[in-house]
Nanobody, 119 residues
């Protein structure tokens, strides 16, 4: 089994910054793409950013220029640096990883970390 554990959420004022981390643990696996999604109250879960094992990244339009995704393959960890935060960024942020175990790939999710941006 593979577990994803997020950290780094919290309360920040508008214009501030936060850095989220997500570490994958387990054995006998490799990770392809990793990403961050978020779900605001009353809204559907949406993509924030994804990054491949080769560190190619893709961002949702509203996050471009403010958020930066990165990963450390040796640590099986993905990061999300969030700058210039807005109240609309308030959401639970979920880590996602496409995990390969013995030739079978499936997505795994973390339990989420809450980010609250006050105005």
């Amino acid at each position: 089994q593979v577990q994803l554990v997020e950290s780094g959420g919290g309360l920040v004022q508008a214009g501030g910054s936060l850095r989220l981390s997500c570490a994958a643990s387990g054995s006998g696996f490799s990770i392809n793409a990793m990403g961050w999604y978020r779900q605001a109250p009353g809204k559907q879960r949406e993509l924030v950013a994804v990054i491949t094992s080769g560190s190619s990244s893709h961002y949702a339009d509203s996050m471009k220029g403010r958020f930066t995704i990165s990963r450390d393959n040796d640590k099986n960890t993905v990061y999300l640096q969030m700058n210039s935060l807005k109240p609309d960024d308030t959401a639970v942020y979920y880590c996602n990883a496409l995990v390969n175990i013995i030739g079978t790939e499936r997505p795994y999710w973390g339990k989420g970390t809450l980010v609250t941006v006050s105005s």
